[in-house]
């Protein structure tokens, strides 16, 4: 009885996705791992989701201003 409750909330889950391509925001130099392993997760969460995930790089001040950045994008 608990599952047949969660079944109208689905499609309206499904509905609210963006058109447009999701960005992830490393807050470190590209090359690095941290930008190798993210770009290797947001492949395998591109397929998952059905969408394009842009992964951008934005190094300098030890990760400050890609935290910052990403802090304001929400």
Known sequence: MDGALCLPSIPRAQANCPDWPINVIVPFAVGGPTDA??????????????????VENVARAGGTIGSTRAARNT
């Open 37 to 54: 392993i993210t770009r290797i997760y947001a492949e395998f969460l591109s397929h998952d989701l059905g969408q394009k995930l842009v």
